[in-house]
């Protein structure tokens, strides 16, 4: 691989980090809402029962839903793996 094609993914590499950050505060902020917790509440929350490993894993797909239904189903996903909101 040549120093351009290296820069080009290194760029690529970087806007599609930067957009799954992006879908992931959002996301965040979302469930907050909907749950009516902070922010942090809802960050801690979905970390604890592995969601934002799961969101960040599967990105690809979750980013073509709409964010009530990922909310949806993220609660789902946290109540199997032992949370309590639903």
Do not use: P, W
């Amino acid at each position: 691989m040549n120093m351009t094609e290296q820069n080009t993914f290194k760029r690529y590499d970087s806007s599609e980090q930067y957009a799954k950050a992006e879908y992931i505060v959002i996301f965040i902020s979302e469930f907050a809402r909907r749950f009516g917790l902070s922010t942090v509440q809802a960050y801690r929350y979905l970390n604890r029962y592995k969601a934002i490993d799961f969101l960040d894993e599967q990105y690809n797909v979750a980013h073509t839903q709409s964010f009530e239904d990922m909310v949806q189903n993220m609660a789902g996903y946290c109540q199997r793996h032992g949370g309590a909101l639903a």
